[in-house]
Protein backbone atom coordinates (compact mmCIF):
# COMPACT_ATOMS: atom_id res chain seq x y z
CA UNK A 1 0.00 0.00 0.00
CA UNK A 2 1.12 3.05 -0.98
CA UNK A 3 1.01 6.17 1.99
CA UNK A 4 0.94 8.91 -0.23
CA UNK A 5 -1.57 8.92 -2.96
CA UNK A 6 -5.03 9.60 -1.90
CA UNK A 7 -7.16 6.96 -4.40
CA UNK A 8 -5.55 4.85 -5.35
CA UNK A 9 -2.94 5.50 -8.38
CA UNK A 10 -1.33 9.39 -7.84
CA UNK A 11 -4.04 11.42 -9.47
CA UNK A 12 -1.41 13.66 -11.43
CA UNK A 13 1.23 10.82 -11.55
CA UNK A 14 1.66 11.46 -15.23
CA UNK A 15 2.54 15.04 -14.72
CA UNK A 16 6.46 16.17 -14.25
CA UNK A 17 7.44 19.60 -13.59
CA UNK A 18 10.95 20.67 -15.42
CA UNK A 19 12.86 23.35 -14.30
CA UNK A 20 15.90 24.06 -16.28
CA UNK A 21 19.08 26.42 -15.16
CA UNK A 22 17.22 27.09 -11.80
CA UNK A 23 19.59 30.09 -10.15
CA UNK A 24 18.13 29.97 -5.96
CA UNK A 25 17.97 27.13 -4.37
CA UNK A 26 14.60 28.61 -2.70
CA UNK A 27 12.79 28.33 -5.78
CA UNK A 28 13.34 24.76 -6.04
CA UNK A 29 12.00 24.06 -2.62
CA UNK A 30 9.27 26.29 -3.04
CA UNK A 31 8.82 24.55 -6.60
CA UNK A 32 8.31 21.18 -4.78
CA UNK A 33 6.01 23.08 -1.64
CA UNK A 34 3.84 24.57 -4.56
CA UNK A 35 3.46 20.46 -6.48
CA UNK A 36 2.84 18.99 -3.27
CA UNK A 37 0.29 20.89 -1.62
CA UNK A 38 -1.49 20.45 -5.25
CA UNK A 39 -0.93 16.85 -5.22
CA UNK A 40 2.32 16.83 -8.02
CA UNK A 41 5.27 14.62 -7.03
CA UNK A 42 7.75 14.33 -9.69
CA UNK A 43 10.29 16.88 -9.98
CA UNK A 44 13.34 17.23 -12.62
CA UNK A 45 15.96 19.65 -12.52
CA UNK A 46 18.21 20.56 -15.12
CA UNK A 47 21.57 22.26 -14.61
CA UNK A 48 20.29 23.89 -11.46
CA UNK A 49 23.15 26.38 -9.63
CA UNK A 50 22.86 23.98 -6.65
CA UNK A 51 21.61 21.30 -5.51
CA UNK A 52 20.66 20.01 -2.97
CA UNK A 53 20.98 23.08 -0.70
CA UNK A 54 19.65 23.85 2.68
CA UNK A 55 17.46 26.90 1.35
CA UNK A 56 15.63 24.09 -0.95
CA UNK A 57 15.04 22.23 2.03
CA UNK A 58 14.02 24.78 4.26
CA UNK A 59 11.44 26.49 1.51
CA UNK A 60 10.04 22.91 0.90
CA UNK A 61 8.39 23.05 4.53
CA UNK A 62 7.79 19.44 4.21
CA UNK A 63 7.85 18.63 0.10
CA UNK A 64 11.24 17.50 1.26
CA UNK A 65 10.38 13.94 0.04
CA UNK A 66 9.89 15.64 -3.27
CA UNK A 67 13.44 17.15 -3.64
CA UNK A 68 14.70 13.69 -1.89
CA UNK A 69 12.95 12.24 -5.08
CA UNK A 70 14.24 14.68 -7.45
CA UNK A 71 16.21 13.63 -10.67
CA UNK A 72 19.29 15.85 -11.69
CA UNK A 73 20.22 16.39 -15.49
CA UNK A 74 22.69 18.13 -17.17
CA UNK A 75 20.41 18.31 -20.26
CA UNK A 76 16.93 19.04 -21.04
CA UNK A 77 16.55 15.95 -23.11
CA UNK A 78 17.18 13.47 -20.64
CA UNK A 79 14.43 15.34 -18.55
CA UNK A 80 11.99 14.46 -21.48
CA UNK A 81 12.65 10.74 -21.41
CA UNK A 82 9.31 8.76 -21.53
CA UNK A 83 7.39 12.14 -22.07
CA UNK A 84 4.74 11.94 -24.36
CA UNK A 85 4.12 15.90 -24.84
CA UNK A 86 6.31 18.61 -23.65
CA UNK A 87 5.00 21.93 -22.42
CA UNK A 88 6.68 24.90 -22.39
CA UNK A 89 5.65 27.96 -20.05
CA UNK A 90 6.97 31.70 -21.86
CA UNK A 91 6.51 35.12 -20.69
CA UNK A 92 5.39 35.66 -24.44
CA UNK A 93 1.97 35.55 -25.78
CA UNK A 94 3.07 34.10 -29.01
CA UNK A 95 6.35 31.77 -29.37
CA UNK A 96 6.76 33.08 -32.71
CA UNK A 97 3.82 32.70 -34.43
CA UNK A 98 2.51 29.99 -32.23
CA UNK A 99 -0.23 31.05 -29.78
CA UNK A 100 0.68 29.61 -26.04
CA UNK A 101 -1.86 28.12 -24.31
CA UNK A 102 -3.48 29.50 -21.28
CA UNK A 103 -2.91 27.15 -18.03
CA UNK A 104 -6.36 26.80 -17.67
CA UNK A 105 -6.67 25.18 -21.61
CA UNK A 106 -2.95 23.01 -21.00
CA UNK A 107 -4.19 21.75 -17.68
CA UNK A 108 -7.91 20.50 -18.88
CA UNK A 109 -5.94 18.96 -21.88
CA UNK A 110 -3.37 17.27 -19.60
CA UNK A 111 -6.25 15.89 -17.12
CA UNK A 112 -8.32 14.58 -20.06
CA UNK A 113 -5.30 12.40 -21.64
CA UNK A 114 -4.10 11.19 -18.92
CA UNK A 115 -0.47 10.20 -20.97
CA UNK A 116 3.08 11.55 -19.54
CA UNK A 117 3.50 15.11 -19.66
CA UNK A 118 6.31 17.99 -19.09
CA UNK A 119 5.74 21.35 -18.07
CA UNK A 120 9.06 22.96 -18.34
CA UNK A 121 9.89 26.27 -16.61
CA UNK A 122 13.13 27.95 -17.25
CA UNK A 123 15.38 30.38 -16.03
CA UNK A 124 14.92 33.12 -13.35
CA UNK A 125 15.55 35.95 -15.29
CA UNK A 126 15.46 34.67 -18.49
CA UNK A 127 13.15 32.03 -19.05
CA UNK A 128 14.07 29.16 -21.94
CA UNK A 129 16.09 29.54 -24.59
CA UNK A 130 14.57 29.33 -27.96
CA UNK A 131 16.11 25.86 -28.74
CA UNK A 132 14.67 24.96 -25.36
CA UNK A 133 11.59 26.26 -26.47
CA UNK A 134 11.96 24.54 -29.96
CA UNK A 135 11.86 21.28 -27.78
CA UNK A 136 8.03 21.98 -26.72
CA UNK A 137 5.53 20.74 -28.59
CA UNK A 138 2.71 23.24 -26.85
CA UNK A 139 3.22 26.50 -24.86
CA UNK A 140 1.63 27.98 -21.95
CA UNK A 141 1.72 31.43 -21.03
CA UNK A 142 0.31 32.55 -17.61
CA UNK A 143 -1.07 35.96 -18.20
CA UNK A 144 0.29 38.94 -16.03
CA UNK A 145 -0.18 42.94 -15.95
CA UNK A 146 1.15 44.33 -18.81
CA UNK A 147 3.54 47.02 -17.06
CA UNK A 148 4.79 44.63 -14.32
CA UNK A 149 5.61 40.63 -15.75
CA UNK A 150 8.01 39.83 -13.00
CA UNK A 151 5.90 36.70 -12.23
CA UNK A 152 8.38 34.38 -9.54
CA UNK A 153 9.37 30.85 -10.91
CA UNK A 154 7.61 28.89 -8.02
CA UNK A 155 4.69 31.08 -8.14
CA UNK A 156 4.38 30.08 -11.94
CA UNK A 157 4.10 26.51 -10.96
CA UNK A 158 1.42 27.01 -8.51
CA UNK A 159 -0.54 28.44 -10.67
CA UNK A 160 -0.19 25.45 -12.96
CA UNK A 161 -0.15 23.01 -10.51
CA UNK A 162 -3.51 24.64 -8.65
CA UNK A 163 -4.89 24.27 -12.56
CA UNK A 164 -4.22 20.88 -13.00
CA UNK A 165 -5.98 20.13 -9.51
CA UNK A 166 -8.51 21.95 -10.34
CA UNK A 167 -8.87 20.02 -13.73
CA UNK A 168 -8.38 16.72 -12.22
CA UNK A 169 -10.89 17.21 -9.83
CA UNK A 170 -13.77 18.07 -12.55
CA UNK A 171 -13.40 14.55 -13.91
CA UNK A 172 -13.88 13.31 -10.53
CA UNK A 173 -17.26 12.77 -8.75
CA UNK A 174 -18.34 15.77 -6.44
CA UNK A 175 -17.63 15.70 -3.22
CA UNK A 176 -20.92 14.08 -1.09
CA UNK A 177 -22.46 17.21 1.04
CA UNK A 178 -23.00 16.79 4.53
CA UNK A 179 -26.28 16.79 5.78
CA UNK A 180 -26.03 18.08 9.09
CA UNK A 181 -27.79 21.00 8.86
CA UNK A 182 -29.87 20.76 5.79
CA UNK A 183 -31.15 24.18 4.42
CA UNK A 184 -34.66 25.04 5.10
CA UNK A 185 -37.71 23.72 3.40
CA UNK A 186 -40.14 25.82 1.34
CA UNK A 187 -42.64 25.17 3.91
CA UNK A 188 -40.43 26.29 6.61
CA UNK A 189 -39.62 29.09 4.82
CA UNK A 190 -43.13 30.39 4.40
CA UNK A 191 -44.17 29.98 7.81
CA UNK A 192 -41.40 31.99 8.94
CA UNK A 193 -42.57 34.56 6.63
CA UNK A 194 -46.08 34.36 8.24
CA UNK A 195 -44.61 34.30 11.41
CA UNK A 196 -42.67 37.74 10.84
CA UNK A 197 -45.53 39.16 8.98
CA UNK A 198 -47.81 38.47 11.68
CA UNK A 199 -45.43 40.06 14.40
CA UNK A 200 -44.56 43.01 12.60
CA UNK A 201 -48.13 43.90 12.18
CA UNK A 202 -48.56 43.00 15.74
CA UNK A 203 -45.81 45.53 16.98
CA UNK A 204 -47.44 48.08 14.54
CA UNK A 205 -44.57 47.72 12.37
CA UNK A 206 -45.48 48.23 7.96
CA UNK A 207 -46.84 51.13 5.89
CA UNK A 208 -50.44 49.89 5.97
CA UNK A 209 -50.67 51.38 2.65
CA UNK A 210 -48.07 49.50 1.24
CA UNK A 211 -48.65 45.98 2.79
CA UNK A 212 -47.74 43.93 -0.30
CA UNK A 213 -44.63 45.40 -0.77
CA UNK A 214 -43.17 44.70 2.29
CA UNK A 215 -44.58 41.21 1.87
CA UNK A 216 -42.43 41.00 -1.23
CA UNK A 217 -39.36 42.11 -0.12
CA UNK A 218 -39.58 39.86 2.86
CA UNK A 219 -40.07 36.82 0.60
CA UNK A 220 -37.39 37.95 -1.38
CA UNK A 221 -34.88 37.96 1.69
CA UNK A 222 -35.61 34.65 3.08
CA UNK A 223 -35.83 33.42 -0.32
CA UNK A 224 -32.48 34.36 -1.04
CA UNK A 225 -30.47 34.20 2.37
CA UNK A 226 -30.02 30.23 2.16
CA UNK A 227 -31.32 29.71 5.66
CA UNK A 228 -30.50 26.79 7.54
CA UNK A 229 -33.42 24.98 9.24
CA UNK A 230 -31.41 25.43 12.46
CA UNK A 231 -31.62 29.28 11.49
CA UNK A 232 -35.28 29.33 10.65
CA UNK A 233 -35.82 27.63 14.30
CA UNK A 234 -33.90 30.38 15.75
CA UNK A 235 -35.67 33.29 14.03
CA UNK A 236 -38.96 31.50 14.89
CA UNK A 237 -37.76 31.45 18.40
CA UNK A 238 -37.27 35.03 18.34
CA UNK A 239 -40.84 35.79 17.23
CA UNK A 240 -42.37 33.83 19.87
CA UNK A 241 -40.42 35.66 22.02
CA UNK A 242 -41.54 38.57 21.50
CA UNK A 243 -45.08 37.62 20.97
CA UNK A 244 -45.00 35.91 24.45
CA UNK A 245 -43.38 39.12 26.08
CA UNK A 246 -46.28 41.61 24.44
CA UNK A 247 -48.93 39.23 25.67
CA UNK A 248 -47.26 39.16 29.25
CA UNK A 249 -47.57 43.38 28.99
CA UNK A 250 -51.30 43.34 28.14
CA UNK B 1 -2.12 60.91 -16.34
CA UNK B 2 -1.09 58.06 -14.20
CA UNK B 3 1.43 55.70 -14.87
CA UNK B 4 0.70 52.86 -13.30
CA UNK B 5 -2.90 52.09 -14.47
CA UNK B 6 -3.40 49.74 -17.61
CA UNK B 7 -6.26 51.41 -18.95
CA UNK B 8 -7.89 53.98 -17.37
CA UNK B 9 -8.94 53.76 -13.68
CA UNK B 10 -6.82 50.64 -11.80
CA UNK B 11 -9.00 47.51 -13.19
CA UNK B 12 -8.49 46.16 -9.77
CA UNK B 13 -8.41 49.45 -7.81
CA UNK B 14 -11.16 47.70 -5.55
CA UNK B 15 -9.65 44.62 -4.08
CA UNK B 16 -7.71 44.92 -1.33
CA UNK B 17 -5.43 42.32 0.10
CA UNK B 18 -4.63 42.13 4.06
CA UNK B 19 -2.29 40.31 5.75
CA UNK B 20 -3.01 39.21 9.29
CA UNK B 21 -0.18 38.71 11.84
CA UNK B 22 2.49 37.52 9.20
CA UNK B 23 5.40 35.93 10.77
CA UNK B 24 7.97 36.14 7.90
CA UNK B 25 8.98 39.01 6.05
CA UNK B 26 9.62 36.90 3.02
CA UNK B 27 6.43 36.53 2.70
CA UNK B 28 4.94 40.10 2.64
CA UNK B 29 7.12 40.83 -0.21
CA UNK B 30 6.69 37.63 -2.14
CA UNK B 31 2.76 39.08 -1.43
CA UNK B 32 3.68 42.05 -2.84
CA UNK B 33 5.30 40.62 -6.02
CA UNK B 34 2.33 37.95 -6.46
CA UNK B 35 -0.43 41.13 -6.36
CA UNK B 36 1.83 43.18 -8.38
CA UNK B 37 2.27 40.87 -11.40
CA UNK B 38 -1.29 40.40 -11.35
CA UNK B 39 -2.20 43.81 -11.42
CA UNK B 40 -3.09 44.39 -7.89
CA UNK B 41 -1.54 46.99 -5.93
CA UNK B 42 -3.69 47.93 -2.28
CA UNK B 43 -1.92 46.16 0.53
CA UNK B 44 -2.61 46.27 4.14
CA UNK B 45 -0.86 44.24 7.11
CA UNK B 46 -2.69 44.01 10.56
CA UNK B 47 0.04 43.34 13.09
CA UNK B 48 3.22 42.00 11.11
CA UNK B 49 5.54 40.42 13.11
CA UNK B 50 8.65 42.81 11.21
CA UNK B 51 7.71 45.07 8.98
CA UNK B 52 9.33 47.33 7.23
CA UNK B 53 12.14 44.49 6.40
CA UNK B 54 14.79 43.97 3.70
CA UNK B 55 13.83 40.80 3.46
CA UNK B 56 10.42 41.65 2.22
CA UNK B 57 11.89 44.19 0.08
CA UNK B 58 14.31 41.81 -1.36
CA UNK B 59 11.81 39.27 -1.98
CA UNK B 60 9.49 41.84 -3.69
CA UNK B 61 11.87 42.05 -6.13
CA UNK B 62 10.30 45.26 -8.26
CA UNK B 63 7.29 45.20 -6.51
CA UNK B 64 8.38 47.73 -3.76
CA UNK B 65 6.35 50.60 -4.57
CA UNK B 66 2.97 47.98 -3.44
CA UNK B 67 4.97 47.32 0.54
CA UNK B 68 5.98 51.16 0.24
CA UNK B 69 2.38 51.94 0.09
CA UNK B 70 1.21 49.44 2.27
CA UNK B 71 -1.05 50.41 5.47
CA UNK B 72 -0.05 48.50 8.64
CA UNK B 73 -2.53 48.45 11.18
CA UNK B 74 -2.82 46.86 14.23
CA UNK B 75 -6.33 45.44 14.42
CA UNK B 76 -8.35 43.62 11.52
CA UNK B 77 -10.93 46.18 12.05
CA UNK B 78 -8.85 48.96 10.83
CA UNK B 79 -7.83 47.21 7.76
CA UNK B 80 -11.27 47.11 7.15
CA UNK B 81 -12.36 50.38 6.97
CA UNK B 82 -14.61 51.36 4.20
CA UNK B 83 -14.91 47.72 2.38
CA UNK B 84 -18.14 46.60 1.70
CA UNK B 85 -17.49 42.85 1.58
CA UNK B 86 -14.86 40.71 3.54
CA UNK B 87 -13.61 37.77 2.32
CA UNK B 88 -11.40 35.31 4.91
CA UNK B 89 -9.61 32.73 3.08
CA UNK B 90 -9.57 29.37 5.25
CA UNK B 91 -7.87 26.29 4.95
CA UNK B 92 -10.89 24.51 6.03
CA UNK B 93 -13.87 23.73 3.06
CA UNK B 94 -16.32 24.82 5.59
CA UNK B 95 -16.47 26.90 8.88
CA UNK B 96 -18.85 25.51 11.20
CA UNK B 97 -21.71 25.07 8.39
CA UNK B 98 -20.96 27.54 6.28
CA UNK B 99 -20.16 26.63 2.84
CA UNK B 100 -16.53 28.17 1.69
CA UNK B 101 -16.13 29.83 -2.07
CA UNK B 102 -13.90 28.47 -4.64
CA UNK B 103 -10.89 31.18 -5.02
CA UNK B 104 -12.66 30.94 -8.84
CA UNK B 105 -16.35 31.68 -7.70
CA UNK B 106 -14.93 34.76 -5.19
CA UNK B 107 -12.94 36.01 -8.47
CA UNK B 108 -15.99 36.32 -10.43
CA UNK B 109 -18.39 37.78 -7.84
CA UNK B 110 -15.69 39.90 -6.92
CA UNK B 111 -14.93 41.29 -10.40
CA UNK B 112 -18.51 41.79 -11.07
CA UNK B 113 -19.57 43.72 -8.61
CA UNK B 114 -16.80 46.17 -8.37
CA UNK B 115 -17.38 47.62 -5.05
CA UNK B 116 -14.39 47.82 -2.31
CA UNK B 117 -13.76 44.45 -1.30
CA UNK B 118 -11.18 43.19 1.48
CA UNK B 119 -9.73 39.48 1.07
CA UNK B 120 -8.07 38.56 4.45
CA UNK B 121 -5.04 35.92 4.60
CA UNK B 122 -4.23 34.54 8.17
CA UNK B 123 -1.24 33.50 9.76
CA UNK B 124 1.62 31.28 8.14
CA UNK B 125 1.00 28.38 10.65
CA UNK B 126 -2.94 29.25 12.12
CA UNK B 127 -4.21 30.90 9.57
CA UNK B 128 -7.65 33.08 11.00
CA UNK B 129 -9.20 32.85 14.14
CA UNK B 130 -12.73 32.52 14.17
CA UNK B 131 -13.57 35.54 15.27
CA UNK B 132 -11.69 36.91 12.38
CA UNK B 133 -13.53 34.43 10.32
CA UNK B 134 -16.75 35.55 11.89
CA UNK B 135 -15.52 39.06 10.80
CA UNK B 136 -16.06 38.47 7.42
CA UNK B 137 -19.13 37.86 5.20
CA UNK B 138 -17.95 35.11 2.58
CA UNK B 139 -14.61 32.36 3.02
CA UNK B 140 -12.51 31.18 0.63
CA UNK B 141 -10.95 27.81 0.38
CA UNK B 142 -8.56 27.03 -2.23
CA UNK B 143 -8.28 23.38 -2.70
CA UNK B 144 -5.68 21.66 -2.05
CA UNK B 145 -4.34 18.15 -1.24
CA UNK B 146 -6.55 16.15 1.17
CA UNK B 147 -2.74 14.83 2.64
CA UNK B 148 -0.77 17.80 1.99
CA UNK B 149 -2.33 21.10 2.75
CA UNK B 150 0.54 23.03 3.25
CA UNK B 151 0.19 26.04 1.33
CA UNK B 152 2.15 29.14 1.32
CA UNK B 153 0.75 32.14 2.24
CA UNK B 154 2.59 34.38 -0.88
CA UNK B 155 0.93 31.62 -2.90
CA UNK B 156 -2.29 31.92 -1.74
CA UNK B 157 -2.38 35.07 -2.58
CA UNK B 158 -0.77 34.90 -5.84
CA UNK B 159 -3.78 31.74 -6.94
CA UNK B 160 -6.43 34.39 -5.80
CA UNK B 161 -4.30 37.31 -7.70
CA UNK B 162 -4.55 34.82 -10.64
CA UNK B 163 -8.18 33.93 -10.45
CA UNK B 164 -9.25 37.77 -10.20
CA UNK B 165 -7.15 39.14 -13.01
CA UNK B 166 -8.48 36.01 -15.38
CA UNK B 167 -12.24 37.14 -13.56
CA UNK B 168 -11.14 40.83 -14.67
CA UNK B 169 -10.64 39.84 -17.94
CA UNK B 170 -13.32 37.94 -18.84
CA UNK B 171 -15.98 40.11 -17.21
CA UNK B 172 -14.59 43.04 -19.21
CA UNK B 173 -18.07 44.76 -19.93
CA UNK B 174 -18.75 43.96 -16.13
CA UNK B 175 -22.54 43.98 -15.62
CA UNK B 176 -23.53 47.33 -14.69
CA UNK B 177 -24.98 46.94 -11.54
CA UNK B 178 -27.70 49.07 -10.24
CA UNK B 179 -26.62 51.18 -7.62
CA UNK B 180 -30.24 51.85 -6.19
CA UNK B 181 -30.29 48.86 -3.74
CA UNK B 182 -26.60 48.43 -2.96
CA UNK B 183 -25.89 45.64 -0.42
CA UNK B 184 -25.69 46.28 3.38
CA UNK B 185 -22.14 47.80 3.74
CA UNK B 186 -20.21 45.72 6.84
CA UNK B 187 -20.65 48.38 9.45
CA UNK B 188 -24.54 48.21 8.80
CA UNK B 189 -24.40 44.45 8.96
CA UNK B 190 -22.55 44.90 12.32
CA UNK B 191 -25.31 47.40 13.57
CA UNK B 192 -28.30 45.28 12.51
CA UNK B 193 -26.58 41.64 14.80
CA UNK B 194 -26.03 44.70 17.60
CA UNK B 195 -29.44 45.57 17.43
CA UNK B 196 -30.74 41.94 17.40
CA UNK B 197 -29.33 40.71 20.21
CA UNK B 198 -30.21 43.60 22.23
CA UNK B 199 -33.89 42.88 20.93
CA UNK B 200 -33.23 39.36 21.75
CA UNK B 201 -31.97 39.95 25.23
CA UNK B 202 -34.96 42.50 26.01
CA UNK B 203 -37.24 39.65 24.94
CA UNK B 204 -36.09 37.24 26.99
CA UNK B 205 -35.03 35.53 23.88
CA UNK B 206 -31.37 33.46 24.35
CA UNK B 207 -29.66 30.30 26.07
CA UNK B 208 -27.79 32.90 29.09
CA UNK B 209 -25.21 29.97 29.40
CA UNK B 210 -24.88 29.75 25.37
CA UNK B 211 -24.89 33.48 24.90
CA UNK B 212 -21.14 33.07 22.32
CA UNK B 213 -23.41 30.62 20.29
CA UNK B 214 -26.30 32.55 19.91
CA UNK B 215 -23.93 35.79 18.76
CA UNK B 216 -22.26 33.56 16.77
CA UNK B 217 -24.89 32.03 14.81
CA UNK B 218 -26.50 35.11 14.18
CA UNK B 219 -23.37 36.62 12.73
CA UNK B 220 -22.90 34.14 10.10
CA UNK B 221 -26.62 34.36 9.08
CA UNK B 222 -26.70 37.58 8.25
CA UNK B 223 -22.84 37.53 6.41
CA UNK B 224 -24.32 34.49 4.50
CA UNK B 225 -27.60 36.20 3.58
CA UNK B 226 -26.61 38.99 1.33
CA UNK B 227 -28.94 41.73 2.77
CA UNK B 228 -29.58 44.35 0.92
CA UNK B 229 -29.04 47.96 2.46
CA UNK B 230 -32.59 48.57 1.93
CA UNK B 231 -33.03 44.92 3.73
CA UNK B 232 -31.32 46.01 6.32
CA UNK B 233 -33.27 48.94 7.14
CA UNK B 234 -36.71 47.28 7.32
CA UNK B 235 -35.19 44.99 9.65
CA UNK B 236 -33.73 47.57 11.69
CA UNK B 237 -37.36 49.90 11.53
CA UNK B 238 -39.34 46.05 13.02
CA UNK B 239 -36.29 45.51 15.83
CA UNK B 240 -37.22 49.45 16.73
CA UNK B 241 -40.84 48.88 16.23
CA UNK B 242 -40.49 46.45 18.79
CA UNK B 243 -38.85 48.34 21.34
CA UNK B 244 -41.32 50.89 20.69
CA UNK B 245 -44.30 48.17 21.40
CA UNK B 246 -42.61 47.54 24.51
CA UNK B 247 -41.33 50.21 26.36
CA UNK B 248 -45.21 51.86 25.31
CA UNK B 249 -46.03 48.64 27.64
CA UNK B 250 -44.02 49.49 30.46
Known sequence: MSSNTESGAAPLGHVRIVLVGTTHPGNIGATARAMKVMGLSALHLVAPARFPCAEATARAAGADDILARANVHTHLEEA????RTVYGTTARERHIDWPAQSPREAAAAIAADGEDVAIVFGRERSGLTNEELDRCQRAIHIPTSATFRSLNLAQAV???????????????????????DPPAAAAELEGLRAH????????????????????RRLQRLFNRAGLLHSESQILRGFLAAIEQRMSRDD
Chains 1, 2 share one sequence.
Do not use: F, N, W
Open 80 to 83: LSGV
Open 158 to 180: QICAYELRLAHAAGAPAAVREGR
Open 196 to 215: TLAVMEAVGYYDPAQPKLLE
